[in-house]
């Protein structure tokens, strides 16, 4: 079970982070994760899903989000593909946001 809380604390942080530098203005958050987060159903996910909502440029958001992210957490991998940006973080260079 600790294995699950940590990855929460770790979702949790990424949530703050986003939140701090105005990434969230953008996005709706969705999925399982967010159903676990913001409505406590019992449903297990390791991905934070999220939606563009502003009709803004979604290849400059991207640019952005990855250069934003990318001052904090090892990002193993990402890509802008269709409607889809993908990231996939492992960890943080620095001390766990606490904003």
């Not at 802008?80 to 973080?89: F, G, P």
């Amino acid at each position: 079970m600790q294995i699950f809380e940590q990855h929460e604390r770790f979702e949790i942080n990424v949530l703050k982070y986003m939140n701090s530098n105005c990434l969230l203005k953008s996005l709706v958050f969705g999925g399982g994760t967010m159903l676990r987060l913001c409505h406590e159903l019992q449903r297990y996910s390791v991905y934070l899903n999220f939606y563009f909502k502003k009709d803004g440029n979604i290849d400059l958001f991207y640019q952005n989000i990855i250069l934003i992210l990318s001052k904090n957490y090892n990002i193993v991998d990402h890509k802008n593909k269709l409607i889809n940006i993908l990231a996939y973080i492992m960890g943080c260079y620095v001390t766990p946001f606490q904003g």
